[in-house]
């Protein structure tokens, strides 16, 4: 760090769980914080942040805000929290000569379609896939299959269809959740479903955690509820995992920063089939980090903080203890009048947090139309089993109240 200190800017979407834990861990290495978003919330200037609008939507328009930004003072990093501002800070970030993703690449992950036929070209294991033009005439990729909209994350608008009338029900309804951009197909991939979170530093990745989901993700629709770390699969598995991921980054063209890759794995007795869902071109989402920390137990974030700077990180160890977290899910599309029971819950052994992400009276929109989840419950345990079951009991302590 030099005698001026560093400057971060953190790319915000207009909405964020993430923006907190991120401004932590760039005040925690002494960086002086400049939050850009679309929409500059005055709760910012509050908080004695600064704070610039960027048109998310025009990249290279919000590069060349962020390049005058640098010529009035020099910045040494610029991140996004989110996948919708991944783009901008890789443009960015390139055109100010900082640690960057290839912003061609990042480009890939914000486009199903593109990082798709990316695999493809690189023979990475995945579903059978094909764009939608008309849903009438949907490519034959067999059955059952899934529906998505081509740029949208965290399961919005991603739809199981077991039959060629609800194959093209479900292509209508996906497009109207994108709004009318393009929406893909592919076949329906069985088996569990795994999370694996690295961080990638001059081409090699390292592999920071495996989360198992351990409620199975069959449809119709995909709402992730709970992420456990270690992983229970055996030593081979994980090291598939970690090798299928690196491939997979390769062939995007990813080579810096964090990377979140979500794999199915289909029982088969030749041996398991490890197929890439998605890649994502940052670190887990929501809340979800929380349950990881490192070393001498820094954050997530803050290892990524520590990397986009080129300041030292430390031990890429996480800790030896089992952790987890449960994304509460969102039982119906309302308004929210009480989440009741959240003291029960807390009180739950190896619970160490529990965080509703949603003010009471606001709406609340189950998927596949939501993209976002009630709030978030914490738990650490001795093993992944026990850190499961707490996060079992304090989600049956919760009674969600919806009009």
């Known amino acids: 760090m030099n005698d001026r200190g560093v400057r971060v800017v953190l790319l915000l979407p207009t909405t964020s769980y993430r923006a907190t834990d991120f401004v932590a861990a760039a005040r925690a290495v002494g960086a002086e914080i400049v939050l850009a978003a679309p929409q500059v919330s005055p709760a910012v200037a509050r908080d004695g942040l600064r704070a610039v609008e960027l048109p998310f939507d025009d990249p290279d328009c919000a590069a060349a805000i962020l390049a005058d930004l ?3 003072g020099p910045v040494d990093a610029v991140l996004a929290v989110d996948d919708q501002g991944v783009v901008v800070a890789a443009r960015a970030a390139a055109a100010l000569g900082l640690r960057h993703c290839d912003p061609e690449a990042a480009a890939r992950t914000r486009d199903k379609r593109a990082l798709r036929t990316a695999l493809d070209a690189a023979e990475v294991p995945q579903p059978r896939w094909a764009p939608v033009d008309d849903p009438d005439a949907l490519p034959d990729v067999g059955f059952p299959c899934v529906l ?3 740029g949208l994350s965290g399961s919005q608008g991603v739809i199981r269809a077991d039959d060629p009338a609800s194959a093209e029900a479900a292509a209508r309804r996906a497009g109207a959740i994108a709004c009318g951009d393009p929406v893909m197909i592919e076949e ?11 961080l990638l530093v001059d081409g090699v990745l390292t592999v920071l955690a495996v989360f198992d989901k351990p409620d199975p993700l069959d449809g119709p629709y995909f709402e992730e509820t709970i992420y456990v770390t270690p992983s229970r699969r055996p030593e081979a598995t994980q090291a598939a995992l ?18 979140h890759a ?8 030749a041996g398991d089939r490890i197929r890439v869902i998605d890649v994502a071109a940052r670190s887990i989402g929501g809340l979800c980090a929380r349950a990881l920390r490192f070393g001498a137990g820094i954050s997530l974030e803050e290892v990524i903080v520590r990397h986009a700077l080129g300041l030292p990180v430390g031990s890429l160890h996480r800790e030896t203890t089992a952790s987890g977290v449960m994304m509460l899910p969102i039982p119906a599309t309302g308004t929210l009048r009480a989440v009741h029971g959240q003291d029960t819950a807390r009180a739950v052994p190896g619970v160490v947090g529990l965080e509703v992400t949603i003010a009471r009276g606001r709406p609340v929109v189950a998927l596949p139309e939501g993209d976002r989840y009630l709030g978030f419950c914490f738990a650490r345990g001795a093993t992944p089993e026990a850190v499961e079951e707490s996060l079992r009991r304090a989600h049956a302590c919760l009674r969600v109240e919806i009009d």
């Open 70 to 72: 640098d010529d009035r």
């Open 148 to 150: 998505k909209p081509v």
């Open 188 to 198: 329906f991939v069985p088996g569990a479903e795994v999370a694996v979170e690295g």
């Open 242 to 259: 970690a090798r299928v991921t690196r491939d997979a980054a390769a062939a995007i063209g990813l080579t810096e920063g964090p990377v």
């Open 262 to 269: 979500e794999l199915r794995i289909t029982p088969d007795p």
